[in-house]
């Protein structure tokens, strides 16, 4: 089992900047694929950005140049860094974990947290 808890949620002016959080915890030796999705009241959860073997990185199209993730594995924490936000990207922010157990892959979620663009 992985453990995944985000935080660094909240609300921001359009403009503004918010860095999310994802701590994980548990068996994490073969998580090889993390990543960051989110879903907006009424739409279906879309991948916002995500690091596959630990140096493959993938962004939404809407998010390029604006979002950063990174990655700490000593820490075993995950980052995004989102600037210049946008009122389209409010939404509730999920993390998400890959395992990989011989052929078995398993997908793990963070509880989620809210980013409000608003003024």
């Known amino acids: 089992q992985v453990q995944l808890v985000e935080s660094g949620g909240g609300l921001v002016q359009p403009g503004g900047s918010l860095r999310l959080s994802c701590a994980a915890s548990g068996n994490t030796f073969s998580v090889h694929r993390m990543g960051w999705y989110r879903q907006a009241p009424g739409k279906q959860r879309e991948l916002v950005a995500r690091?596959?073997?630990?140096?493959?990185?993938e962004y939404a199209d809407s998010v390029k140049g604006r979002f950063i993730i990174s990655r700490d594995i000593a820490k075993n924490t995950m980052y995004l860094q989102m600037n210049s936000l946008k009122p389209e990207d409010t939404a509730v922010y999920y993390c998400?974990?890959?395992?990989?157990?011989?052929?078995?892959?398993?997908?793990?979620w963070g509880q989620g947290t809210q980013v409000t663009v608003s003024s």
């Open positions: 998400n974990a890959r395992r990989a157990w011989g052929t078995v892959e398993t997908d793990y």
């Open positions: 690091i596959s073997g630990g140096t493959m990185i």
